[in-house]
C-alpha cells in the first residue's frame, strides 16, 4: 500500500510513520552525503533528509538536480525533532521531481518594493506575505462570525452602481448598454432599504476609489465591511464598533500567534485595543489636542495621515473621533441635536500611524433634509430617488460604519504600507499583476 499523502500541518499525527508530502522546494543545502530539502506546502515548512547511502542513486540524482521553487513529492519517515522548526524532521525515502524550475525571480538579496509588487503573484509563496495574508484571511473569518453570531443577514451590495455614495471625485466610471455607470464606492445605500427588510445587516466585499493619492492607506480597490442596524442611534453605533472592533481582534490574536511572531509584530502594542472601552475625542478637541501639539489645525478641516497619526499617538488604543463639521462629511449623516452644524459621524483612528479604519455615522431620517443635502452637494437627484423611499415608506432612525480590510490588517501586522495586506494591489500606477 502506498504511504498517505499528507500536509505539513498534519505531521503531528503520523509520527513514526512513512508519508508522502507534496510541495514546492522552499531551499535546499548539502553536506557531504546529505542533502537536505526544506519542503513547503502553504501549511508549513519541512527538513527533509536525503541520506545517499539510504535513498540509492535514483533518488539521490534526483535531489541533486532540484532547484528552489522546482514542484516535487517526496515521501519519507516523520521523526520528532526538537531543533527541527515545526519539531519534525523527513527521513526521506523516495522522491519525485514534478517540475524542475528555472532560477527562481525573487531571490535572498534586498529587491525593490517595485520589483517585489511585478512579481506579486510570486512574492506570494514568501514567509512573510504569507503571514500577513493568512491573517487577512483570518481577520475576514472573524468578521463573518461575529455579524452572523449577533443575528445579521448578509445583503451582497452590486458593483455596478448608478450613483456615487461617497463624494464624485473618486468615481471609477464605465459605460453600461449605452448608458454610464459606476463601480460601487460603498454598499451603504443598498444597505439601508435592506435594514428595513432584516433589521441588522451587513456587506462584505470589494469596492472602488479613483484615489489619486499615493500613500500607504490608499488603495484603488480595496475590501470593506459594513453592518447597517434599524433603530440604532449614534451613541449605540459607538458601542458597536468598540464591541466588533475588540472581539474580531482578539480573535484574531488568538488563532495567528504564528504568523504575528513570523512578521516579529510586538503584541503588547496591539494588546489594549482588545479591551473597551475606546476613548472617545471629540471633533473639537481633536482641534485643540492637534494645536496643543504643534499642528496648525482650524475648525472646518478635514485629517489627513498626519494630523490621524496625531490624535491617535495620544492613545495606546484606537480613538473614536466624533461630530465632524457636516461640511467635511458625507450628504446622509444626521446632523447632531446639539449643534446641526455638525454630523453624528464617527472616525476610529488606529494606533501607530495606520490612521482611519472605520469611518461610521447616523442616517439622516427625514426626506426633506436629505433631498436638500442631494441638491447640495449636486447628485443627480434622479438617481437618488429609490434611496429616498427608505424615508417615505416607514422612515426609521438607523446607523452604520465601514471598516476598511487592508488598513486593518496592514495595522494588525505591523505592516507600513496597505498594498502589502490585500493579495493583488490595485493603486494609481498599478494594474498589474
Ligand atoms: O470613510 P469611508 O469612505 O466610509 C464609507 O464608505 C461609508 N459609506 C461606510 C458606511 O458607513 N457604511 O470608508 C470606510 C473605510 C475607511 O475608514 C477606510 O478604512 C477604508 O474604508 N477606505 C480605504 N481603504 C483603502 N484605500 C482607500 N482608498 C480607502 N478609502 C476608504
Ligand atoms: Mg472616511
Excluded at 14 to 33: A, C, P
Aim: net charge negative.
Amino acid at each position: 500500500m502506498e504511504p498517505p499523502v499528507i500536509t505539513i500541518g498534519e505531521l503531528k499525527q503520523h509520527e513514526g510513520d512513512e508519508v508522502r508530502l507534496r510541495g514546492w522546494v522552499y531551499n535546499w543545502r548539502k553536506k557531504g552525503k546529505i542533502r537536505f530539502v526544506i519542503l513547503r506546502d502553504g501549511f508549513g515548512y519541512l527538513q527533509c533528509v536525503v541520506f545517499r547511502p539510504e535513498v540509492g542513486e535514483e533518488v539521490w540524482e534526483t535531489a541533486v538536480a532540484l532547484t528552489r521553487e522546482s514542484s516535487i513529492e517526496i515521501q519519507g519517515i516523520v521523526v520528532a525533532d526538537e531543533r527541527a522548526p515545526g519539531g519534525y524532521e523527513l527521513k526521506v525515502t523516495g522522491l519525485i521531481s514534478i517540475q524542475i524550475a528555472p532560477e527562481f525571480p525573487i531571490g535572498k538579496k534586498d529587491h525593490g518594493v517595485d520589483f517585489l509588487l511585478n512579481h506579486r503573484h510570486l512574492w506570494l509563496r514568501s514567509k512573510r506575505q504569507h503571514a500577513i495574508l493568512h491573517i487577512r484571511s483570518e481577520l475576514e473569518y472573524a468578521i463573518r462570525e461575529y455579524f452572523h453570531a449577533n443575528n445579521f443577514t448578509l445583503i451582497d451590495s452590486p458593483i455596478l452602481t448608478p450613483a456615487a455614495c461617497e463624494g464624485t471625485s473618486t468615481l471609477f466610471e464605465t459605460e453600461y448598454f449605452g448608458d454610464t455607470a459606476y463601480l460601487s464606492q460603498s454598499g451603504q445605500l443598498y444597505l439601508e432599504p435592506a435594514a428595513a427588510a432584516f433589521g441588522k445587516v451587513y456587506c462584505f466585499g470589494p469596492t472602488f476609489r479613483a484615489e489619486k493619492s499615493k500613500t500607504r492607506r490608499h488603495l484603488a480597490e480595496f475590501w470593506m465591511v459594513e453592518p447597517e442596524v434599524a433603530w440604532l442611534r449614534f451613541d449605540g453605533l459607538l458601542e458597536l464598533i468598540e464591541d466588533f472592533v475588540t472581539s474580531i481582534l482578539s480573535r484574531v490574536l488568538d488563532r495567528c500567534a504564528e504568523d504575528l511572531k513570523r512578521l516579529e509584530r510586538d503584541i503588547s502594542v496591539l494588546e489594549p485595543a482588545t479591551q473597551r472601552p475606546y476613548p472617545r475625542l471629540d471633533y473639537g478637541d481633536a482641534i485643540a489636542a492637534l494645536n496643543a501639539h504643534g499642528v496648525a489645525a482650524e475648525f472646518g478641516d478635514d485629517f489627513g495621515g498626519d494630523e490621524e497619526t496625531v490624535l491617535a499617538s495620544l492613545n495606546d488604543r484606537p480613538v473614536m473621533v466624533t461630530r465632524y463639521p457636516a461640511g467635511i462629511k458625507a450628504f446622509y449623516m444626521q446632523p447632531d441635536p446639539d449643534d446641526p452644524d455638525r454630523a453624528l459621524a464617527v472616525d476610529v483612528l488606529a494606533p501607530e500611524g495606520y490612521g482611519e479604519i472605520i469611518g461610521g455615522s447616523e442616517r439622516i431620517g427625514s426626506l426633506e433634509l436629505l433631498e436638500r443635502r442631494i441638491a447640495e452637494n449636486g447628485l443627480p437627484r434622479q438617481a437618488f430617488d429609490w434611496y429616498l423611499d427608505v424615508r417615505r415608506y416607514g422612515g426609521f432612525p438607523h446607523s452604520g460604519f465601514g471598516m476598511g480590510i487592508e488598513r486593518t490588517t496592514a495595522w494588525i501586522c505591523g505592516v507600513h504600507h496597505a498594498r502589502e495586506a490585500i493579495p493583488y494591489p490595485r493603486t494609481m500606477n498599478r494594474l498589474y499583476p
